[in-house]
């Protein structure tokens, strides 16, 4: 069993079904195996051999789903690094070869392939190989994430591991998939598109992918017949902006939100124009989903709330502040372990974070949890993150960059949270001169180190509220700008 043997067996029954649709194309099951051949016809010709490691920096999904199926035929390890090679350098990643999808993306010329649109004007030989019986050659996939600290890292898992998480994707609707036209608004080389996604296509299902075009999502949704929707809290805030959404959403059945806890009142809105069932999950890329709520408008449900274990694959566990295990515990630090056959996910390189990553078999994103019975809840975080709709950034990172750009100024970024549950960039700051909100987002911009990044307030204060042994107090300091009530 394969990635590749397991899509090529759907081709075999709907060769001429749609399997893929994006801005630029539509790709039958078939055209999607083509494109394989092609590539690997290709790829093979300039050096790629089994067992190298393969790294694509695209945002387009044809690219993304052909390499991951092509990976599996050739037994690569293959990596996403999203729209941009930069993840790879952030993490000194070490690769065989890098392929690119966009003119502008660069890597090194000795090691860089980039995928020309005249290599698919060819049509490919009308008899392909038998992908659907193939076993396996010992793929492995890695994807780019912000892990717990806005430096990019890169969870590694085995194809039987992926396989794993392709078939409990969807479980939770307590339904098949088959005849579905599911859209993410989640870039195709995630991990969370790339997991949901495969469980689509393995289904028979039809997968339609956004890409860089996320502004035009309500368009799509009524032009494809949309009926499954994979969102983050960022997309929904601004499909609420709009006043002719609901006549969009007529036909969508199902919702699942994700990469940030999304908010009560954004839940509420959503519900008002989109008569779906409405999911909301919480995971990781190193673990997988973890957590699934099913939320309906009568449902009194304390803050924080992230649902129930829905994976029979993850143990749970809590840890005291030095990450020591504490059994019976029933609040602290979370931490979530595989026992899943394949055996759990690492990093290709070590990211060297003390207080999150794998730690005693178990991966500890940061969070700081309580149970209730079966129920669990977010109550804080061990380190300072924003958390843009599950692109993580490390306020210590901002602080060190603004103090750059601003000399002379003593600055403290801190999480400011709308009335819509999202989280945005506020900074409150001691100098002689005063200092705009769009001063320091120009700052923020100059760098690609924080891409979506919004500052809301920049507030000039006299003096640091400061705790007992002389550190800033940011408790205090949140309640004194007004952040957090008293």
């Known amino acids: 069993m394969s990635l590749i043997s397991e899509f090529a067996k759907v081709a075999t029954r709907l060769p001429q079904k749609i399997a893929l649709i994006t801005g630029q194309s539509q790709l039958t099951y078939r055209d999607i195996l083509a494109m394989v051949q092609v590539l690997d016809d290709r ?12 790294a694509l920096a695209s ?7 052909a390499l991951a199926l092509l990976a599996s035929y050739r037994g ?27 003119p502008q993306a660069q890597g090194p010329e000795d090691r860089t392939i980039r ?37 990019a890292k890169f969870p590694l898992s085995s194809e039987e591991n992926r396989l794993e998480a392709i078939a409990d994707s969807w479980t939770f609707l307590g339904e098949g998939l088959s005849g579905r036209r599911g859209l993410s608004s989640l870039t195709a080389g995630s991990g969370w598109a790339f997991t949901s996604n495969f469980a689509l296509l393995f289904a028979g299902g039809s997968v339609v992918s956004l890409g860089i075009e996320a502004s035009q999502i309500l368009p799509m949704l009524d032009l494809h017949h949309i009926d499954t929707l994979l969102l983050t809290p960022a997309i929904v805030s601004q499909i ?14 199902d919702v699942r939100f994700g990469g940030s806890l999304i908010a009560e009142r954004m839940l509420v809105d959503f519900a008002r124009i989109c008569p779906a069932r409405l999911f909301s999950g919480y995971g990781a890329a190193e673990i997988g989903t973890c ?64 207080k999150t990553g794998f730690h005693h078999g178990f991966f500890i994103p940061g969070d700081i949890m309580r149970r209730e019975g079966d129920d669990f809840f977010l109550i804080g975080r061990t380190k300072n993150i924003l958390n843009i709709s599950g692109n993580k950034f490390s306020l210590e990172m901002i602080g060190e960059h ?18 819509d549950g999202l989280e945005r960039l506020a900074l409150a700051y001691r100098a002689d001169h005063a200092l705009s909100a769009a001063e320091v987002q120009r700052a923020l911009d100059a760098t690609r180190r924080f891409p979506v990044l919004e500052v809301t307030r920049v507030i000039r204060i006299d003096a640091f509220p400061v705790t007992q042994t002389a550190k800033i107090d940011i408790k205090a300091l949140r309640r004194q700008i007004g952040l957090d009530r008293a």
């Open 402 to 419: 603004l103090a750059r750009a601003f000399p002379g100024a003593d600055l403290v970024p801190l999480v400011d949270t709308g009335s």
């Open 59 to 65: 945002p387009r999904a044809e690219f993304c789903i």
């Open 115 to 151: 995928i020309e649109p005249d290599w698919f004007r060819t049509p490919a030989a009308p008899a392909l190989p038998d992908f659907a019986a193939h076993q396996g050659a010992g793929a492995r996939f890695a994807f780019a994430s912000s892990g717990t600290t806005g430096v």
């Open 291 to 354: 957590f699934i709520s099913r939320w309906q408008p009568d449902d009194a449900r304390a803050a924080g709330y992230v649902g129930r274990l829905s994976n029979p694959r993850i143990e749970v566990a809590f840890f005291d502040d030095a990450l020591n295990p504490a059994p019976g515990a029933t609040e602290g630090i979370i931490g979530f372990r595989s026992l899943g056959k394949t055996g759990a996910r690492s990093y290709l390189t070590d990211p060297h974070d003390a």
């Open 43 to 54: 790829l093979n010709a300039r050096g790629i051999r089994p067992g190298q490691t393969v």
């Open 76 to 102: 690569w390890t293959a990596v996403f690094s999203g729209i941009s090679p930069q993840p790879l350098t952030e993490a000194g990643l070490a690769y065989d070869w890098l392929l690119l999808t966009e």
């Open 240 to 253: 609420l902006a709009l006043p002719d959404a609901a006549q969009f959403l007529g036909s969508v059945r």
